[in-house]
């Protein structure tokens, strides 16, 4: 699907969904400040519209983890729209995790876990590691660092999906990233959100090997010495 399709799918067969959704942000934002974008127009554009432009990288019936959730982009607007779709949600901050489980039993969302726990924490778990098809995350943290925390819980054949900004500078500069964790970069799509929000980019990190085991290193060295 184009832009102007997914816009439709928004704004009429999903838009109970999520208006109801955005009703949620609005209602816990004061006491868990989950994002700066609330005005109407700008979430749809810069918030629902952004997390739905990837589905066409999600496989049908795919098992997906998401790392660093907040409020729930990319993963509640894709499951709102994908119900095949399988989610683990895996958020540090507490708060967070309490307002994503109201949006899941508020909403009636089947098939999502959600995690209060660190990445590198939980990537070292035999039930989480290398076991989904799809890892994604959108605004966390630079490429190279984010490709250690989501490429360990990718199983081979699978692939990582990150949400950028337009600027691509650190999709190539994490090519060594991607080959030390036993993957390669395979696609990156460009795209421009509408009404001027902005160049935005899909980069596809595709899985061709186990990651080592030492990976994610912990500590904060993903962030400090990233590879």
């Known amino acids: 699907m184009n832009l102007e399709q997914y816009i439709a799918l928004l704004e009429v067969e999903y838009k109970e969904k999520f208006d109801a959704y955005r009703a949620l942000i609005i209602e816990y934002n004061a006491r868990y400040n989950l994002t700066t974008i609330l005005e109407e127009q700008d979430m749809f ?9 990837g589905e066409k990288y999600f496989p049908k019936n795919a098992k997906v983890i998401e790392i660093g959730s907040g409020a729930g982009f990319p993963s509640m607007p894709l499951k709102l729209i994908r119900d095949d779709l399988s989610f ?19 909403l009636g969302l089947s098939n999502v876990n959600i995690y209060s726990k660190r990445a590198e924490d939980l990537a070292r778990d035999g039930i989480h590691r290398e076991k ?61 959100l509408p009404e001027g929000y902005g160049e935005r980019t ?10 080592p085991a030492k990976y994610p290193r912990g500590q904060g060295k993903e962030r400090k010495n990233p590879l």
């Open 132 to 192: 989904y098809n799809i890892a994604t995350a959108r605004a966390v943290a630079r490429m190279n660092t984010l490709s250690e925390y989501c490429l360990p819980f990718v199983r081979v054949g699978g692939a990582f999906v990150a949400y950028k900004s337009g600027d691509t500078t650190e999709i190539d500069e994490a090519k060594s990233a991607y080959k030390v964790l036993g993957a390669r970069l395979k696609a990156v799509e460009k795209y421009e």
């Open 88 to 106: 683990t949600l895996v958020e540090s901050v507490g708060k967070k995790c309490e307002f994503l489980h109201a949006v899941v039993d508020k």
């Open 202 to 211: 899909l980069a596809v990190v595709e899985k061709v090997q186990t990651t």
């Open 45 to 53: 554009y810069k918030h629902f519209l952004d997390s739905v432009v």
